[in-house]
């Protein structure tokens, strides 16, 4: 489902969603995992997944005629969705929300790369240690280690860990102004 405000413009910064699909990267290919649109849904992760992996996953929300919705940079510039622990999500940013998953078959991250705990912050590494990080990267003309954009480029990313087997469902909300823009239907994973 996706926000019923038939008024909402480009200015208020709503999403206007017709679908959605999870994608893993894959070297320089996106392999697609789940896709929902106009009545049509494929769905790999009922197929079985492997206990005991993670994945660093993308959401990507699609047009009427299930094509990917371009991002406005504008409408996310300055916004690391893997900054936001927890609830503190200003009112103008939209970011997703991952629900109803049994959590001792899956855990769920939203912001993937960004959010890892006790991994160390990108400015606080050394050029070496930024380098070698997945979700950092190092900018020679400032000399210093920033968090990663790439995935603000290309949508929401959150990561999935396998931790036991069973079969479990999930959905993704894109929550904006306090309300959702677009709600998933209920996404079945089966751990084995």
């Given at each position: 489902?996706?926000?019923?405000?038939?008024?909402?413009?480009?200015?208020?910064?709503?999403?206007?969603a017709?679908?959605?699909?999870?994608?893993?990267?894959?070297?320089?290919?996106?392999g697609?995992?789940?896709?929902?649109?106009?009545?049509?849904?494929?769905?790999?992760?009922?197929?079985?997944?492997?206990?005991?992996?993670?994945?660093?996953?993308?959401?990507h929300?699609?047009?009427?005629?299930?094509?990917?919705?371009?991002?406005?940079?504008?409408?996310?510039?300055?916004?690391?969705?893997?900054?936001?622990?927890?609830?503190?999500?200003?009112?103008?940013?939209?970011?997703?929300?991952?629900?109803?998953?049994?959590?001792?078959?899956?855990?769920?991250?939203?912001?993937?790369?960004?959010?890892?705990?006790?991994?160390?912050?990108?400015?606080?590494?050394?050029?070496?240690?930024?380098?070698?990080?997945?979700?950092?990267?190092?900018?020679?003309?400032?000399?210093?280690?920033?968090?990663?954009?790439?995935?603000?480029e290309?949508?929401?990313?959150?990561?999935l860990?396998?931790?036991?087997?069973?079969?479990?469902?999930?959905?993704?909300?894109?929550?904006?102004q306090?309300?959702?823009?677009?709600?998933?239907?209920?996404?079945?994973?089966?751990v084995?």
């Amino acid at each position: 489902s996706s926000c019923d405000d038939t008024d909402a413009t480009e200015q208020d910064g709503h999403t206007d969603a017709d679908g959605m699909e999870i994608v893993e990267m894959v070297g320089e290919e996106e392999g697609l995992l789940y896709s929902e649109c106009q009545g049509e849904m494929l769905n790999n992760f009922a197929a079985g997944i492997p206990s005991g992996n993670e994945w660093d996953l993308t959401v990507h929300f699609l047009n009427d005629e299930c094509e990917e919705l371009e991002h406005d940079d504008d409408d996310h510039e300055g916004h690391d969705h893997g900054d936001d622990h927890g609830d503190d999500h200003g009112d103008d940013e939209p970011y997703l929300e991952i629900t109803g998953y049994d959590s001792s078959i899956i855990s769920i991250t939203v912001g993937g790369h960004d959010d890892h705990g006790d991994e160390e912050h990108c400015d606080e590494l050394s050029q070496t240690e930024c380098e070698a990080s997945d979700h950092c990267e190092w900018h020679a003309d400032d000399m210093a280690c920033e968090e990663s954009d790439h995935d603000e480029e290309h949508g929401y990313t959150f990561e999935l860990e396998s931790l036991s087997a069973g079969t479990t469902t999930f959905t993704v909300t894109l929550m904006h102004q306090g309300h959702s823009d677009y709600t998933s239907q209920e996404i079945t994973i089966t751990v084995e």
